[in-house]
């Protein structure tokens, strides 16, 4: 049995929880999420822990008293050059004993990830197959973030190279953590790019499919490249030829709110179900709260089941679409409560137990 396929119908969290104590955090990662654990972000305890600012420490051009990307001063001179000369030995060479000191310079800090070493401390005591990291998308990074007259960085190739490697070093960072906690667990990074759903829109009109998929794929591909899994999260509708085309091995998707939209891109579908790539259902609706408080567990089979049958109408296999399916909240429960969010956390690891125990009998 390879690595890849005692994913199926496995359940992973999305990124943000709302809790505003840690230890009862990391109990609620424990008990849905032993299989595969994750790091939550909890902006409750900290701001620092939100997805934009989260990934941006130590970047060139980020200084924390400035509301803009500065590519003027002095230390931004001083810091570009030592950073280029560090990415590239990092990628270039095996995270050996020295890359691994030149990494720790962009480190996920307790300063903004206070759930980053009690996810480690899991990792070393139950050593999982897998475990989930995640960086925010460099799309959505740098449509994000502005320079100093207000230019989005996208449009800045100079930052828009900066924000890509950066997000690469931390993502890379993540990886040699996880796999000095156990080397037999195998890294899932999922790349979160909720403004994905926007391309194409009057927001993003001269932006084209070709640079994102150029973006995504540098991150992925040397995700993949240091023994990682790499996964796209969008949460609204999204043309998914570009993270396939990226070269990612999970799409996650909205599949309470959006399921149908897969179906639009059938034949990029089940290319990519064919070449061991795989959906993680996002079907807990974490984005709609009316939704997650009247729902149970008959309900999300019925939307899950629902979803599928979209693809299959299009001529994708249904064995071959359960065999690469994985179960996940539609998005961060970050926005819910407490209560609510540990509802859908709860569910989506019943709908998870639901879909094993239907693969194993067929």
């Not at 795989?278 to 609706?285: D, F, L, R, S, Y």
């Not at 709609?288 to 089979?301: P, Q, R």
Request: charged share 25%; proline share 3%.
């Amino acid at each position: 049995m390879s690595q890849n396929s005692k994913l199926t119908f496995e359940c992973l969290a999305i990124g943000s929880l709302p809790h505003d104590n840690l230890e009862k955090a990391m109990e609620l990662v424990k008990k849905d999420f032993y299989k595969i654990p994750f790091w939550p972000q909890l902006t409750k305890i900290n701001k620092n822990e939100d997805m934009i600012i989260q990934f941006l420490e130590n970047m060139p051009s980020f200084f924390v008293e400035k509301d803009y990307l500065d590519t003027e001063c002095d230390k931004f001179f001083e810091n570009i050059e030592e950073f280029f000369n560090d990415y590239e030995i990092i990628t270039s060479q095996n995270l050996d004993e020295s890359t691994a000191k030149i990494l720790d310079k962009y480190a996920i800090s307790r300063n903004n990830s206070i759930a980053f070493p009690k996810f480690i401390e899991i990792i070393k005591n139950t050593k999982p197959n897998f475990a989930k990291g995640q960086i925010v998308g460099p799309f959505t990074l740098s449509t994000s973030l502005t320079d100093k007259s207000g230019k989005s960085a996208f449009y800045d190739e100079t930052l828009k190279e900066i924000i890509t490697k950066t997000l690469v070093l931390k993502a890379l960072w993540q990886i040699k953590e996880i796999k000095c906690a156990n080397s037999d667990t195998t890294p899932i990074i999922f790349i979160d790019e909720p403004s994905l759903s926007q391309l194409g829109t009057s927001a993003f009109l001269t932006v084209s499919q070709n640079e994102v998929i150029e973006m995504l794929k540098s991150v992925s591909d040397i995700i993949k490249q240091y023994g990682a899994i790499s996964a796209i999260h969008c949460c609204g509708k999204c043309d998914w030829t570009i993270p396939i085309d990226a070269g990612v091995d999970i799409i996650n998707t909205d599949a309470y709110t959006y399921a149908q939209n897969l179906s639009i891109f059938s034949e990029k579908i089940k290319i990519f179900l064919e070449n061991g790539g795989k959906i993680a259902w996002g079907v807990v609706p974490t984005l709609d709260t009316k939704a997650l408080e009247k729902i149970d567990l008959n309900k999300l089979i019925s939307v899950f089941e629902k979803a599928v049958k979209y693809l299959t109408k299009k001529g994708i296999n249904e064995k071959i679409i359960l065999e690469n399916s994985l179960i996940t909240p539609s998005c961060g429960a970050g926005g819910l409560s407490e209560e609510l969010a540990e509802k859908a956390m709860d569910l989506t690891k019943e709908l998870s137990k639901y879909g094993i125990q239907i693969s194993n009998n067929r």
